[in-house]
């Protein structure tokens, strides 16, 4: 079992920035990909950000490169997204996931690969 809990969402005004985290407890040892995906109001859930825990390599959705950088802290217990220059059309809730290894490949973006999921933080952007 793995738990995961998002926090640093909130109200922004447009150029902004937030830093959201992601806290896992639980068995995270075989924790192979953390995803950051986000849900606009009458919208699907879309594909943001992803880290590969084992690798380091890290993956971003075109709307929000150069914008967005993931990253983990030193115990590897945390995952962060840091937000820069922020959109009013980056606003929804956002979501981060685990997917669990080992697994040969992984499809990133897809949210049918993560087995665990937090509850999610507000973004808003004003313009």
């Known amino acids: 079992q793995v738990q995961l809990v998002e926090s640093g969402g909130g109200l922004v005004q447009a150029g902004g920035s937030l830093r959201l985290s992601c806290a896992a407890s639980?068995?995270?040892?075989?924790?192979?990909?953390v995803g950051w995906f986000r849900q606009a109001p009458g919208k699907q859930r879309e594909f943001v950000s992803a880290l590969s825990m084992r690798t380091g390599n890290t993956y971003y959705t075109d709307a929000v490169k150069g914008r967005f950088t993931i990253s983990r802290d030193n115990a590897e217990n945390t995952v962060y997204l840091q937000m820069n220059s922020l959109k009013p059309e980056d606003t929804a809730v956002y979501y981060c996931?685990?997917?669990?290894?080992?697994?040969?490949?992984?499809?990133?973006?897809?949210?049918?690969?993560?087995?665990?999921w937090g509850q999610g933080t507000q973004v808003t952007v004003s313009s």
């Open positions: 996931a685990a997917s669990m290894g080992p697994k040969q490949s992984i499809v990133v973006t897809k949210p049918v690969e993560y087995d665990y």
């Open positions: 639980g068995r995270t040892f075989s924790t192979w990909v």
